[in-house]
């Protein structure tokens, strides 16, 4: 799964209203995910770039297929970490690995790398992801 694709929404637009724009999606989306009154599980069997990365972290657990890798490349490409991932990784694995994956290093772990730091919950063999 690739990141969002901001074409649609980067038009040029007075700094407020963008700022405002940004902060209302965001709420929404998060707080679907947090607020959700049933377990949500994420099933990852594939390359997760971007937002399938950060948003796999608001779900109950995620499962990934041996295959799975996480990629981040926000500091590469010369954004901000999207939505609440610059404070909740650090929560979730700690600061020095949360630098890791979001900043200039770029480490894509892979799904035993991914669940020893505490980014998914369990890896699984690929076979196994939705047997």
Excluded at 5 to 26: A, C, H, K, T, W
Excluded at 74 to 87: D, N, Q, T
Aim: glycine share 8%; hydrophobic share 40%; proline share 8%.
């Amino acid at each position: 799964c690739a990141g969002v694709d901001l074409s649609g929404f980067m038009q040029p637009q007075n700094p407020v209203g963008l700022r405002r724009r940004i902060y209302e999606d965001n709420r929404f989306v998060f707080g679907s995910f947090l607020d959700f009154p049933k377990p949500l599980i994420a099933a990852v069997n594939g390359h997760a770039i971007g937002a399938s990365v950060t948003t796999s972290t608001l779900c109950d657990a995620v499962v990934a297929s041996e295959k799975a890798t996480f990629n981040t490349p926000f500091a590469r490409l010369g954004v901000p970490p999207e939505g609440c991932s610059s404070v909740h990784f650090a929560q979730l694995m700690g600061q020095e690995t949360a630098d890791r994956i979001l900043g200039p290093e770029n480490w894509v772990p892979t799904a035993a790398e991914a669940e020893r730091v505490g980014l998914v919950t369990k890896a699984v063999p690929h076979d196994d992801l939705i047997a």
